[in-house]
T-cell receptor, first 112, second 116 residues
Framework: GNSVTQMEGPVTLSEEAFLTINCTYT??????LFWYVQYPGEGLQLLLK?????DKGSNKGFEATYRKETTSFHLEKGSVQVSDSAVYFC???????????FGAGTILRVKS | GAVVSQHPSRVICKSGTSVKIECRSL??????MFWYRQFPKQSLMLMAT?????????EQGVEKDKFLINHASLTLSTLTVTSAHPEDSSFYIC????????????FGSGTRLTVV
């Protein structure tokens, strides 16, 4: 079946540090890939997405590139802020609107 | 954009009682809604897929008689936790499949259920 594996957290960084959160996936077909962010006590918000190989999703300074050859979708940001502290989930879905499969989530803590 | 309203945001109930959580799509029709459960510091576990006008499809291991899902209209799905026990305490999140929106999924803000 489909699955998503994320690096374990928590990840603790100083403000303006470079961020990488690794995500790899297993899928039978050609999934769409997503990164969601969850702030404390809230639901999930879409951060970025990519729907086919070599696509790069980007939003709010975050980027991730769909790498079919390595089945990866690593999240990066060049300079994190305290306000980026949250839980980040990598997810996939096969087919538009089909159920999402989530990774375990990675807690990011940014210190000022 | 597509907005999903989930209510209540927090609820405390006594063991043995039932609790209903509502998920509404405010500006779009949602033929499909998803219910997730999230344990502390863990990922989201899909509980069931709710389709308007038909029975919900439950994931393996989820008790359908305990977690009743009703999707009576294109804008409302409800999850009722029946005969709640402390182990049902969790964060429940709904998601609706929108025809518009960045990725077709819009999430509610979640409901923190505490059973005492």
């Amino acid at each position: 079946g489909n699955s998503v594996t994320q690096m374990e957290g928590p990840v603790t960084l100083s403000e303006e540090a470079f961020l990488t959160i690794n995500c790899t996936y297993t899928a039978t077909g050609y999934p769409s890939l997503f990164w969601y962010v969850q702030y404390p006590g809230e639901g999930l918000q879409l951060l970025l997405k990519a729907t086919k190989a070599d696509d790069k999703g980007s939003n709010k300074g975050f980027e991730a590139t769909y790498r079919k050859e390595t089945t990866s979708f690593h999240l990066e940001k060049g300079s994190v802020q305290v306000s980026d502290s949250a839980v980040y989930f990598c997810a996939l879905s096969e087919g538009y609107g089909n159920k999402l499969v989530f990774g375990a989530g990675t807690i990011l803590r940014v210190k000022s | 954009g597509a907005v999903v309203s989930q209510h209540p945001s927090r609820v405390i109930c006594k063991s043995g009682t039932s609790v209903k959580i509502e998920c509404r799509s405010l500006d779009f029709q949602a033929t499909t809604m998803f219910w997730y459960r999230q344990f502390p510091k863990q990922s989201l576990m899909l509980m069931a897929t709710s389709n308007e006008g038909s029975k919900a499809t439950y994931e393996q291991g989820v008790e359908k008689d305990k977690f009743l899902i009703n999707h009576a209209s294109l804008t409302l799905s409800t999850l009722t936790v029946t005969s709640a026990h402390p182990e049902d305490s969790s964060f429940y999140i709904c998601s609706a499949r929108a025809r518009k929106g960045a990725d077709g999924y819009t999430f509610g803000s979640g409901t923190r259920l505490t059973v005492v």
